[in-house]
């Protein structure tokens, strides 16, 4: 009995790793543009430019996103987006202090494994929001906002 209730546990905690959600970004997919930073050059049409030792690409579809070995992403939303339906997929967000027009929000997202201290919290999420549009940074935005 002890054997069949040890193999149930292994078998649920196997099932909840595998389900476990890994640079998942499925919840982003309906933004405009997604900018993602590489150290290597890629063979890829979308290169735009190199900065330093990384490149930048720009994709449409966050399908071409997978496999590639980025290690940065922004993604750029309309400023119709709903805000709230973005950072309600966070597991925790706060709102920074903000620079003039610019709403900037910290958070953690389950789904990235990357992650960076920010005012002494756990944050691989940050968002700004500005007249013109909204940004989503995985760890950060990595270009000016």
Do not use: W
Request: charged share 25%; hydrophobic share 40%; with cysteine.
């Amino acid at each position: 009995m002890k054997k069949m209730i040890g193999f149930f546990v292994v078998i649920v905690l196997l099932l909840s790793l595998v389900m476990t959600k890994q640079d998942d970004f499925n919840f982003l997919s309906n933004c405009s543009k997604i900018l993602a930073v590489s150290d290597e050059k890629l063979a890829d049409e979308n290169y735009v430019l190199q900065n330093g030792k990384q490149y930048y690409y720009f994709y449409n579809d966050i399908d071409k996103l997978k496999d590639k070995g980025f290690f940065a992403y922004n993604f750029y939303f309309d400023i119709e987006t709903d805000l709230s339906q973005i950072l309600d997929c966070f597991s925790f967000v706060y709102e920074g202090e903000g620079v003039d027009d610019y709403k900037i929000y910290y958070g953690y997202y389950d789904g990235y494994r990357d992650f960076r201290y920010v005012d002494g919290k756990k944050i691989n999420v940050q968002v700004v929001k500005n007249d013109h549009e909204i940004i989503v940074g995985f760890p950060l935005i990595v270009t000016g906002y």
